[in-house]
């Protein structure tokens, strides 16, 4: 669903924020809304976008995923915002996300949550990658000769995230993992989990928490005499946590960008003078340096900003495709170089480690791209069939195992698509005839509308194409041509399809098909291409949607009393039985039966109510030859039976005729 964002009512284009202002993330919502409010000030004041003024539509989601996910659909139906900022959290960012690609409002989240663009077509996140802050700050442990961690991780996918991240990087680096605990941030107690883990005689503590649960962590650990490193999100480099924490005797790494450490970057850093700028107005405005979540904020602005320069129009799609194509941007979380494959944009060098020193933030290291780097956040090609098992379903922490997991299994993935390991390796042209089915497979699915089997069949044949030309490009290239093709083929038999667009749709990736140099981009490429088609021939189908239900039940009204079956009503309305039956359920909820039935059920009550008519003759009157199987419908439907109704219809007044 694709919805005109700008207002009608001047020069104004209204950007959604969903920020934590109360709740137990309000100590980051707050920062998060400033820095997007001044980011908003300081463009508009230079003459806004292309003659028009930002304006901020902000709510507080109070730190609740499922009303963060109601007010975003406020946003795009009641206010029809360009864009949406904001979020504080994975689960929050998750519930957003959700409502993005549903209706295609570019949105730029501030969290550890993670994007994977197969599956997160308009949804950005201005926040480092979360492999960048635990891999960084293992690494500086490695570096400090620390080599065995506990982990104490939240319950919930927050704290998923933070053990599989924790377990694969230690991995990477020799780190060994002692013990895991788990608590819940609601409650403030922690002390049992503390004690189970100091037994163990760690080194260093991960706890991937924010706020305040991250400073009860500190207060605990020093209570218990654990003067060891901790090691918590980058979400917390901002002065609220610093104020928890100023005085706290153990050492605390908080991974961050850096606009936590203005005074030390370097004159040549192309970001410093905009990183300084926006320091000083935020210190002038509110009283106090910008942080990181101001910062987080202030970059989301501002690649809208960009996008809509470019794009010169607030349409969902186009915007999104002018995002993607920013490149070599200096904003205060780093130089971002985007793409329709990364839509975080930015880098590990962009990141530090802080730690706490008589009170304030002190800088501990610069990170820098090492070799662990590549083998945890990069995303690595051949890891790409792991994605595509995912590439339809919501972001989750199994995604990111998906994507980032040792793809050694190859043989379970393969028995995933029905493809033998053996079968592959001896007859070269097995996958061939896989493939081929899988595409045929395909193509029935489109003329039968079932577009949930269609996307099976799609992530099916890019698996086995890519289990069996992975190393040679151009027979991949080639594969995927067919099956590129073998879809607009289907869309085009379509009834009601508007062709124009659709050769429009198809031209358009024609073009883009000599820039795919890798697997990745070939693949999300073509899943964008199915997205795009399936959405074309979807909006014929709501648009004739309507007018088909109308037809069905007024032949049903006409006919109720006749013998009415699949075959004659599908005659009737021009299609296949089995597409009736399938539009009927898909696009309404509905049975043929339901429908005859209700139609049944209403003309019964009216007789029932106003005729003298018998049961018997009632019941050949709607339709039905066997009494008592009229009996047990309308019972199933109303919850009494024929004489019940009667008796009750007619306040107290029941009818003379055997019933």
Same mark, same amino acid.
Not at 161 to 173: A, D, I, T, Y
Not at 258 to 275: A, Q, V
Not at 295 to 309: F, H, K, Q, T, V
Not at 320 to 334: L, N, P, T, W
């Given at each position: 669903?694709?919805?005109?964002?700008?207002?009608?009512?001047?020069?104004?284009? +209204?950007?959604?924020?969903?920020?934590?202002?109360?709740?137990?993330?309000?100590?980051?919502?707050?920062?998060?809304?400033?820095?997007? %409010?001044?980011?908003?000030?300081?463009? =508009?004041?230079?003459?806004?976008?292309?003659?028009?003024?930002?304006?901020?539509?902000?709510? #507080?989601?109070?730190?609740?995923?499922?009303?963060?996910?109601?007010?975003?659909?406020?946003?795009?139906?009641?206010?029809?915002? &360009?864009?949406?900022?904001?979020?504080?959290?994975?689960? &929050?960012?998750?519930?957003?996300?959700?409502?993005? =690609?549903?209706?295609?409002?570019?949105?730029?989240? =501030?969290?550890?949550?993670?994007?994977?663009?197969?599956?997160?077509?308009?949804?950005?996140?201005?926040?480092?990658?979360?492999?960048?802050?635990?891999?960084?700050?293992?690494?500086?442990?490695?570096?400090?000769?620390?080599?065995?961690?506990?982990?104490?991780?939240?319950?919930?996918?927050?704290?998923?995230?933070?053990?599989?991240?924790?377990?694969?990087?230690?991995?990477?680096?020799?780190?060994? &993992?002692?013990?895991?605990?788990?608590?819940?941030?609601?409650?403030?107690?922690?002390?049992?989990?503390?004690?189970?883990?100091?037994?163990?005689?760690?080194?260093?503590?991960?706890?991937?928490?924010?706020?305040?649960?991250?400073?009860?962590?500190?207060?605990?650990?020093?209570?218990?005499?654990?003067?060891?490193?901790?090691?918590?999100?980058?979400? =917390?480099?901002?002065?609220?946590?610093?104020?928890?924490?100023?005085?706290?005797?153990?050492?605390?790494?908080?991974?961050?960008?850096?606009?936590?450490?203005?005074?030390?970057?370097?004159?040549?850093?192309?970001?410093?003078?905009?990183?300084?700028?926006?320091?000083?107005?935020?210190?002038?405005? *509110?009283? %106090?340096?910008?942080?990181?979540?101001?910062?987080?904020?202030?970059?989301?602005? #501002? +690649?809208?900003?960009?996008?809509?320069?470019?794009?010169?129009?607030?349409?969902?799609?186009?915007?999104?495709?002018?995002?993607?194509?920013?490149?070599?941007?200096?904003?205060?979380?780093?130089?971002?170089?985007?793409?329709?494959?990364?839509?975080?944009?930015?880098?590990?060098?962009?990141?530090?480690?802080?730690?706490?020193?008589?009170?304030?933030?002190?800088?501990? @290291?610069?990170?820098?791209?090492?070799?662990?780097?590549?083998?945890?956040?990069?995303?690595?090609?051949?890891?790409?069939?792991?994605?595509?098992?995912?590439? *339809?379903?919501?972001?989750?922490?199994?995604?990111? @195992?998906?994507?980032?997991?040792?793809?050694?299994?190859?043989?379970?993935?393969?028995?995933?698509?029905?493809?033998?390991?053996?079968?592959?390796?001896?007859?070269?042209?097995?996958?061939?005839?896989?493939?081929?089915?899988?595409?045929?497979?395909?193509?029935?699915?489109?003329?039968?509308?079932?577009?949930?089997?269609?996307?099976?069949?799609?992530?099916?044949?890019?698996?086995?194409? +890519?289990?069996?030309?992975? %190393?040679?490009?151009?027979?991949?290239?080639?594969?995927?041509?067919?099956?590129?093709?073998?879809?607009?083929?289907?869309?085009?038999?379509?009834?009601?399809?508007?062709?124009?667009?659709?050769?429009?749709?198809?031209?358009?990736?024609?073009?883009?098909?000599?820039?795919?140099?890798?697997?990745?981009?070939?693949?999300?490429?073509?899943?964008?291409?199915?997205?795009?088609?399936?959405?074309?021939?979807?909006?014929?189908?709501?648009?004739?949607?309507?007018?088909?239900?109308?037809?069905?039940?007024?032949?049903?009204?006409?006919? *109720?009393?006749?013998?009415?079956?699949?075959?004659?009503?599908?005659?009737?309305?021009? +299609?296949?039985?089995?597409?009736?039956?399938?539009?009927?359920?898909?696009?309404?909820?509905?049975?043929?039966?339901?429908?005859?039935?209700?139609?049944?059920?209403?003309?019964?009550?009216?007789?029932?109510?106003?005729?003298?008519?018998?049961?018997?003759?009632?019941?050949?009157?709607?339709?039905?030859?066997?009494?008592?199987?009229?009996?047990?419908?309308?019972?199933?439907?109303?919850?009494?039976?024929?004489?019940?109704?009667?008796?009750?219809?007619?306040?107290?007044?029941?009818?003379?005729?055997d019933s």
């Open positions: 669903m694709q919805l005109i964002a700008k207002r009608q009512d001047g020069n104004e284009l +209204l950007v959604g924020g969903i920020f934590s202002l109360t709740g137990y993330l309000s100590w980051s919502g707050d920062y998060k809304k400033k820095g997007a %409010e001044l980011k908003i000030e300081m463009i =508009n004041e230079a003459g806004g976008i292309n003659g028009n003024r930002l304006k901020l539509v902000a709510y #507080d989601d109070r730190s609740s995923p499922e009303l963060a996910a109601k007010i975003a659909e406020m946003l795009v139906l009641k206010h029809r915002v &360009i864009a949406m900022v904001g979020t504080g959290s994975l689960p &929050i960012s998750g519930a957003v996300a959700r409502v993005a =690609n549903k209706y295609k409002v570019p949105t730029f989240l =501030n969290s550890g949550y993670t994007i994977d663009p197969l599956s997160d077509l308009f949804v950005f996140n201005t926040s480092h990658k979360t492999e960048f802050a635990v891999a960084g700050s293992f690494g500086h442990f490695v570096e400090k000769g620390i080599n065995r961690i506990a982990l104490l991780m939240p319950r919930g996918p927050l704290g998923d995230l933070g053990s599989w991240l924790g377990r694969q990087v230690g991995r990477e680096l020799g780190i060994k &993992i002692v013990g895991e605990e788990r608590f819940d941030v609601s409650v403030p107690e922690m002390t049992s989990q503390l004690e189970r883990l100091k037994s163990l005689k760690p080194l260093a503590l991960f706890s991937f928490v924010t706020g305040e649960p991250a400073a009860r962590l500190v207060t605990k650990m020093a209570q218990l005499g654990m003067n060891i490193s901790l090691l918590v999100s980058h979400g =917390n480099a901002n002065p609220a946590f610093l104020k928890l924490v100023s005085r706290a005797p153990i050492p605390i790494i908080v991974p961050s960008g850096r606009t936590m450490i203005l005074d030390s970057i370097p004159e040549e850093d192309p970001c410093r003078n905009k990183m300084t700028d926006f320091g000083e107005r935020h210190t002038r405005r *509110f009283g %106090e340096p910008a942080n990181y979540c101001s910062a987080e904020s202030a970059d989301a602005i #501002d +690649l809208l900003a960009e996008g809509l320069r470019s794009s010169g129009r607030p349409d969902g799609r186009i915007l999104r495709d002018a995002v993607e194509a920013i490149k070599q941007f200096e904003g205060m979380q780093g130089v971002y170089d985007l793409s329709p494959i990364d839509h975080y944009g930015t880098q590990v060098e962009h990141m530090v480690l802080l730690d706490v020193q008589d009170g304030i933030w002190h800088l501990t @290291k610069r990170l820098s791209s090492v070799g662990v780097f590549e083998a945890i956040h990069s995303d690595n090609k051949k890891r790409l069939v792991f994605r595509l098992a995912r590439a *339809f379903n919501e972001p989750s922490t199994e995604a990111l @195992k998906l994507a980032y997991e040792t793809p050694g299994s190859t043989r379970r993935l393969a028995a995933q698509v029905g493809l033998s390991c053996t079968n592959l390796k001896g007859d070269p042209c097995f996958a061939v005839k896989l493939s081929s089915r899988e595409k045929q497979e395909l193509i029935q699915a489109i003329r039968e509308e079932d577009y949930t089997k269609a996307k099976e069949s799609l992530c099916r044949s890019l698996t086995i194409s +890519l289990l069996q030309y992975y %190393e040679a490009f151009e027979p991949l290239k080639l594969a995927v041509s067919e099956l590129f093709h073998a879809l607009f083929d289907a869309a085009a038999s379509e009834e009601g399809v508007d062709l124009e667009k659709l050769i429009e749709l198809k031209s358009k990736y024609v073009l883009e098909w000599t820039d795919l140099k890798d697997q990745e981009a070939l693949c999300f490429w073509t899943v964008k291409a199915f997205r795009e088609v399936i959405e074309l021939i979807s909006e014929r189908q709501r648009e004739r949607g309507t007018g088909l239900l109308k037809n069905i039940l007024r032949f049903i009204e006409i006919h *109720f009393a006749e013998n009415l079956t699949v075959d004659r009503i599908a005659r009737e309305v021009c +299609l296949s039985p089995s597409r009736l039956i399938h539009r009927m359920k898909s696009q309404y909820g509905l049975t043929l039966s339901d429908c005859i039935a209700k139609t049944r059920m209403d003309k019964a009550k009216a007789l029932l109510k106003d005729t003298d008519m018998t049961i018997c003759e009632i019941a050949h009157e709607v339709g039905y030859v066997d009494q008592g199987y009229f009996t047990r419908v309308f019972k199933k439907c109303l919850n009494k039976t024929p004489g019940n109704y009667r008796e009750s219809s007619r306040l107290g007044f029941p009818s003379n005729r």
